[in-house]
């Protein structure tokens, strides 16, 4: 999301995105309009009845008459009253009732997107987005349009009025606008540039402060909080230095704003003062006169200040248009295949190509040929870095190999729905993600629909159960984010849980390369042993008991497949697995 991306100029035509979402709500919007227009006649009336007050009652000395105006003064203003707080009630709720589906749809959107996007938004410009630019967006949708209708009409009933009461003078105001307003104008094109870039460095320093929270004990450990402070403190001060400029160019236009149109209305009220003594006005007429003219002038000033704030939210809303539109690459094809699943998982790759796109000349994967049959136990082993996880990212469509196929059960997964092809896999990461919610819960992220009962039973096969029903609250223990409050043994025995409860035919399995205590270690391996039963399973394996038990090793180095075989037979005739093993299972042959 850069300046050079967006369309240049100052058009409203991002506004335009918001008439989808104001549709639904076409009623409302129609009631609120018409009685902001019952309210803006109403309060046209208002220098009328002032004239006759002045003219035909307190010049006139007549104590019945000035009680009548009286009355019907209190009458209009109660009148004017009602409608207002009416309009208001309808318009604001307009306001945010379509900001709350603006922010539902981002949402939306966002999670659909694929690896590719967040590779180049940071999550915390995204929710920057969806809380300061959507209350922009707000700012306008609702009262904004309100209050720009009801100066408009207000502008149109006053300017009738005036020429009405004495067309000289009109003649004199309508010279006196474009001078008035031009200047207005001016400014107010600059405010929204200004203020589009003040939003960017917000949304920058969110981004990073987000960042630096997430990875808020990797700071710490690396005593990087001062560093870092700085960072923010440098970004937020960009965002202040933008939004000064902004503040100094509304300055400007707001006072040049007041002292022109007040201005002009004094020079009106002399002129008309004149026209008083030349006895050519009533003082009535006068007062008449330049109650539509402060009328006049008070929606003028609503209205430049509405065109600085619609300005702002067409800003704001060419980003949210940007988030709303993004289309993730990897969806579901027109029509999509279903993959067949009995209960088993058939995989194969043939001859295929990948490179992440952001690097094209490297190949992360070449040439892959493999097929894995149902049920099997297969284990990945090769140094770091040689795409034993871009493996795992393929099969779980979140890219697209650019030549080959990987099919399971026969469909090749590029014809299918992602939604589907990762309905029938479950991952076990090396890192458990532990929501910030309750132990029974996190353990249903496995299967949404699963009751209690389905959930303590994967608990209890994944092992689980007796440290879960330890906690203070047993299974309604709070996790606290990020789990902080669980062992890594603990965590990993929550995602087997999930995976166990899911119970797909495909599980992916990256083990854990932190090594566990002996007990930690059993109990894992144990639940592993449940979860791997009957199902196919690929493994990246770093434990010597894994790669034992796998009929089927996979020796994977820079994108190619170098040998397959078992352990044995590896060991004897690969130097690169023997190396490998060597390194990485020796801490865990004790163990074994
Ligand atoms: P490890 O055992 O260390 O996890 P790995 O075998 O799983 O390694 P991969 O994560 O599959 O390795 O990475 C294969 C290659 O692709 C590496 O060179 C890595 O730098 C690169 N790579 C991984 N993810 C991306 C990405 N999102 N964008 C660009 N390149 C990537």
Redesign the pocket.
């Known amino acids: 999301m850069h300046e050079t991306d967006r369309p240049k100029g100052d058009s409203l035509k991002p506004l335009k995105a918001l008439v989808p979402f104001i549709r639904p709500y076409k009623n409302t919007l129609i009631v609120a309009i018409i009685i902001l227009l019952l309210a803006s006649a109403v309060t046209g009336s208002l220098p009328i009845v002032a004239r006759y007050l002045i003219d035909s009652g307190i010049t006139s000395g007549n104590a019945d008459k000035i009680n009548f105006y009286f009355k019907l003064v209190v009458g209009v203003i109660l009148l004017i009253s009602i409608l207002s707080a009416t309009r208001l009630y309808l318009i604001t709720w307009l306001g945010e009732r379509i900001v709350a589906d603006i922010r539902e749809k981002i949402y939306a959107q966002v999670l659909r997107q694929d690896?590719?996007f967040f590779?180049v938004t940071q999550t915390g410009e995204v929710l920057s987005r969806l809380t300061t630019d959507t209350t922009l967006v707000q700012a306008i949708s609702g009262v904004g349009i309100s209050i720009a209708l009801r100066s408009t009409i207000m502008l149109f009933i006053s300017l009738a009025g005036i020429m009405y009461t004495s067309p000289s003078l009109t003649l004199i105001i309508v010279l006196l606008i474009p001078a008035v307003i031009g200047p207005i104008l001016w400014l107010a094109r600059r405010v929204r540039k200004l203020s589009r870039s003040a939003q960017d460095k917000i949304a920058e320093s969110s981004g990073m402060a987000n960042e630096m929270l997430n990875a808020i004990e990797t700071v710490q450990a690396f005593t990087l909080e001062k560093i870092q402070n700085q960072r923010f403190k440098k970004a937020v001060e960009a965002a202040f230095i933008a939004a000064v400029e902004r503040i100094k160019l509304r300055f400007v236009m707001s006072f040049s704003s007041m002292f022109l149109l007040l201005g002009a209305i004094t020079l009106v009220l002399w002129l008309g003062t004149q026209e008083v003594l030349a006895g050519n006005m009533l003082p009535g007429e006068l007062a008449q006169f330049v109650l539509f003219t402060f009328l006049l002038a008070s929606s003028g000033a609503m209205l430049s200040e509405m065109w600085g704030e619609v300005q702002r939210a067409a800003g704001a809303m060419e980003r949210l248009i940007e988030l709303l539109n993004a289309q993730p690459g990897i969806c579901a094809p027109l029509n999509p295949v279903a993959i067949p699943v009995l209960g088993e998982g058939r995989i194969s790759f043939n001859n295929v190509n990948f490179?992440?796109?952001?690097?094209p000349n490297?190949h992360?994967?070449e040439n892959l040929n493999l097929n894995i049959t149902a049920g099997e136990t297969i284990a990945?082993v090769?140094?770091?870095?040689?795409?034993?996880?871009?493996?795992?990212?393929l099969l779980l469509r979140f890219y697209d190999p650019q030549s080959g196929v990987i099919s399971i059960n026969g469909v090749d997964i590029s014809t299918a729905d992602p939604q589907e092809v990762r309905s029938i896999v479950a991952v076990v990461p090396?890192e458990t993600v532990v929501f910030a919610t309750s132990a029974l819960e996190n353990i249903r992220y496995g299967r949404p629909d699963a009751n209690d009962e389905e959930v303590r039973a994967a608990a209890v096969s994944a092992s689980a159960d007796l440290f879960i029903s330890q906690l203070p609250e047993g299974y309604n223990t709070f996790l606290g984010e990020k789990g902080t409050r669980l062992s890594g043994g603990q965590k990993q025995r929550i995602a087997i849980a999930r995976a166990i409860l899911k119970d797909p035919p495909i599980l992916l399995l990256?083990e854990a390369t932190s090594a566990l205590d002996a007990e930690s270690e059993r109990l894992v391996q144990q639940s592993l042993n449940k979860l791997m039963h009957n199902r196919t399973t690929i493994i990246?394996a770093h434990r010597l008991a894994t790669v034992l038990k796998a009929k089927r090793i996979v020796v994977?180095d820079e994108?190619r497949i170098r040998s397959i075989g078992s352990h044995a037979q590896l060991m004897q005739n690969d130097p690169l697995y023997a190396h490998l093993a060597d390194l990485q299972f020796s801490s865990a042959t004790q163990q074994v």
């Open positions: 690896p590719s590779e490179h992440y796109p952001s690097r490297t992360a994967l990945f090769g140094p770091s870095g040689a795409g034993k996880s871009t493996i795992f990212q090396q990256d990246i994977i994108g």
